[in-house]
């Protein structure tokens, strides 16, 4: 991979954890000022009132790790892990289409996770490929 190569996806992947960052520090804003609306929704869905401004708490603290390129495989999963919650909710309560966003940011979720792991896990990768390969 050339230089220039790997400098471009260097600066799509920072596009993309900032948008993601945003987009997450956004929702969990809204969740953790509370309006009339979320909260009911978090009812009809099942979940006590607490739960939102914990979700809104997740979210922004994740977001703002999201950028910061040592933690953000780490924000990445536990992000994920908010959105397969929020697509599971909205499958079961809500029209299928609502799920279509929090798939959405899954898939963007992973693909920062992923450029953005470990090194032991990186490492790990390459040594099961090596080991396949012989």
């Known amino acids: 991979m050339s230089k220039e190569d790997n400098g471009f996806k260097n600066k799509g992947l920072w596009v993309l954890s900032i948008v993601a960052g945003l ?14 609306a979320m909260i ?7 979940y006590p009132g607490w739960f939102l401004y914990f979700i809104g708490a997740v979210e922004v603290g994740a977001a703002v790790l999201l950028v ?21 909710t909205h499958l079961l309560h809500d029209p299928a289409s609502h799920a279509a966003a929090p798939v959405i940011l899954l898939g963007l979720l992973f693909v ?23």
Do not use: C, H
Request: net charge positive; aromatic share 10%; hydrophobic share 45%.
């Open 68 to 88: 910061i390129p040592r933690l953000s495989a780490y924000a990445a999963a536990v992000l994920g892990g908010v959105m397969v919650g929020a697509t599971i």
């Open 23 to 36: 987009a997450f520090l956004m929702s969990g804003g809204m969740k953790l000022t509370g309006p009339e």
């Open 40 to 46: 009911a929704n978090f009812q009809r869905w099942g």
């Open 112 to 134: 920062v996770g992923w450029a953005r792991r470990p090194d032991f896990l990186r490492k790990r990768a390459s040594l099961t490929t090596s080991s396949q390969s012989i």
